[in-house]
């Protein structure tokens, strides 16, 4: 049979609280970075990217922020709802690369 | 747009059949993708296209995967003879130019028994 998965690491939050996402990607070079929002039976969704010229991009309820200098990146979403339950991937592309690389993703479980 | 199209949706098959997944592009992207994603794994790249033509399968695992594209909105990821490690859900993406960011289908979960 199958072997047993990696579990994916996860956060618990209340309905209304603010989310932090985090991701620590590697390669000094990585000049794009994406966040994906993957639902149960979906596939991923883009929900807000960020080039390294930037430390702060904002979308509807989510803002991104980018530390270069500890190569870390994270994913802030405010008044957290039901509907944001899911696994939440980072993906780093850099100059010398075609295609982002996904990071191994982090489930999001909000509690009414 | 109707975004990314992929069928089947599900796939059980026996192991050693041939199982053939299908992918419609967003009009107007150059860039397609084929991932796999499993609990092992995670999601991982198999290969990709620019402008219908092959740039990079250095992620497809075995001569048993093989995947084309004869036109701009269209497809299809082939694996012959399946096996049961095969099972998984296989992801087709396009963007609009290399670099930028991927829209997903819906995946087909395959199964092989």
């Known amino acids: 049979g199958e072997s047993v998965g990696l579990h994916l690491p996860t956060l618990s939050v209340q309905e209304g609280d603010n989310s932090i996402i985090n991701c620590a990607y590697s390669n000094s070079a990585s000049d794009y970075f994406i966040w994906y929002k993957q639902e149960s039976g979906k596939g991923p969704q883009f929900i807000i990217d960020?080039?390294?010229?930037?430390d702060k991009r904002q979308g509807q309820r989510v803002t991104v922020l980018l530390n270069k200098t500890v190569k870390h990146l994270s994913l802030q979403i405010a008044a957290t709802q039901p509907g944001d339950s899911a696994v939440y991937f980072c993906a780093e592309k850099s100059g010398g690369s075609y295609i982002p690389t996904f990071g191994r993703g982090t489930s999001l479980i909000v509690h009414p | 747009d109707a975004g990314v199209i992929q069928s089947p949706r599900h796939e059980v098959t026996e192991m050693g059949q041939e199982v053939t997944l299908r992918c419609k592009p967003i009009s107007g992207h150059n860039s397609l993708f084929w991932y796999r994603q499993t609990m092992m794994r995670g999601l991982e790249l198999l290969i990709y296209f620019n402008n219908n033509v092959p740039i990079d399968d250095s992620g497809m695992p075995e001569d048993r995967f093989s995947a084309k594209m004869p036109n701009a909105s269209f497809s299809t990821l082939k694996i012959q003879p399946s096996e049961p490690r095969d099972s998984a859900v296989y992801f087709c993406?396009?963007?609009?130019?290399?670099?930028?960011?991927?829209?997903f289908g819906q995946g087909t979960r395959l199964t092989v028994v």
């Open positions: 960020i080039r390294s010229n930037m």
């Open positions: 993406a396009s963007s609009l130019a290399t670099g930028q960011q991927a829209f």
